[in-house]
């Protein structure tokens, strides 16, 4: 935050009282002074700010201080005031409320990170998205990747730090916690349709948090984002592809939005239109009525392409047993795989049949 921000408010506390009011960094170093002659000094007690001193004031001989922010292992700045009195006590915190919120207001208005965190989540109105672009210098129409990377199972704090640490430009790249178990990265691209450098940051991120953290994440992906209007669609992209994946792609720890197919079109659909297509397709028997084993089968001849011969040779199954199997099959639910039109019913039908069931859990 800019010291000149924090000297503004101060300079207007000062026809309030007669006591010196300022603000030090994490190194003890003056910012901002109602007493212009100490800035740029060094003030000893600001030293030995702990964490027990989070939620109270701090005195030394001759100053009382109270911390504005920072996190778990650093103070960022403080606020202090002289004397150690009642009196000093008193202008401290309220000096304190003013600074905090004029510090709030700044990150706002001149914080890229704090921009771009209000467009994911849609808290900002388009006019104030271009005026705030303009006053941070902020480039609207360079193509940004946007990653949701969420902690499966076991989260660990540290998950933030360590996606930071992998991207240090923070005037081009974001990484931004949005819960306990979700972390967004925005990432700026040279070139907008780069799908190998995409995937390429995605893995790369994945084996830090398994190797520094132990942590499993799923990983979405968003279409790349053309301007910065667009980053809360990628970002809710990126979401879904992590809930259409856990659907019809459990085995897969990245998903991409735009490799979801016709995933993506059932995961849409309201589950009554679902429950009717499955009956309209079904009219002889339903799906429930076959066993693990025939739709192991199944699943396998699609896998391999509706190929009676390949099929066969991956499920160690003479080709007549297979072409057996698949009679049956079309004699219980009135449509043969071995037809490409008809294997596509059916495959969708799976597909419906796995929406439903994710649905019920």
């Known amino acids: 935050m800019s010291s000149r921000y924090f000297q503004s408010i101060i300079v207007q506390m000062k026809d309030a009282t007669d006591r010196t009011i300022g603000v030090v960094d994490s190194e003890g170093n003056v910012i901002a002074s109602s007493e212009l002659s100490i800035i740029g000094t060094a003030v000893g007690g600001a030293a030995g700010f702990g964490l027990s001193s989070w939620d109270g004031l701090i005195t030394d001989d001759q100053r009382t201080y109270k911390i504005l922010s920072g996190n778990d292992d650093h103070f960022d700045y403080a606020v202090f ?31 890229k990170t704090a921009l771009v965190k209000n467009i994911l989540i849609d808290n900002i109105l388009p006019g104030d998205l271009y005026a705030h672009a303009r006053e941070l210098h902020f480039v609207t129409d360079a193509p940004r990747a946007v990653y949701l990377v969420r902690q499966v199972g076991k989260t660990d704090a540290a998950a933030l730090a360590t996606v930071q640490k992998m991207f240090p430009d923070k005037q081009k790249d974001f990484v931004l916690s949005m819960s306990e178990t979700d972390i967004v990265i925005i990432r700026e691209m040279a070139n907008e349709g780069n799908a190998k450098e995409i995937l390429q940051t995605a893995k790369k991120v994945e084996s830090a948090l398994k190797s520094e953290l132990g942590i499993k994440p799923v990983i979405g992906i968003g279409t790349p984002a053309k301007h910065l209007r667009d980053l809360a669609d990628r970002y809710k992209e990126a979401q879904v592809a992590i809930d259409v994946g856990k659907v019809f792609e459990s085995d897969k720890t990245i998903i991409n939005y735009e490799n979801l197919g016709i995933g993506r079109l059932i995961y849409q659909l309201p589950t009554t239109l679902c429950e009717m297509y499955l009956s309209e397709v079904f009219k002889k028997n339903p799906l429930d009525s076959l066993d693990e084993e025939t739709l192991s089968i199944i699943t396998k001849f699609f896998e391999n392409n509706l190929n009676i011969s390949e099929t066969s040779r991956k499920l160690f199954v003479h080709r007549n047993t297979l072409v057996y199997r698949l009679g049956k099959i079309k004699k219980t639910t009135g449509l043969d795989l071995r037809e490409f039109n008809q294997a596509i019913v059916f495959k969708v039908a799976l597909m419906v049949k796995q929406y439903l069931d994710s649905q019920k859990m």
């Open 81 to 111: 005031v002289d004397g150690t009195d009642e009196m000093a006590a008193c202008i401290c915190r309220m000096a304190c409320i003013a600074l905090v919120e004029a510090k709030l207001h700044f990150e706002e208005r001149y914080d």
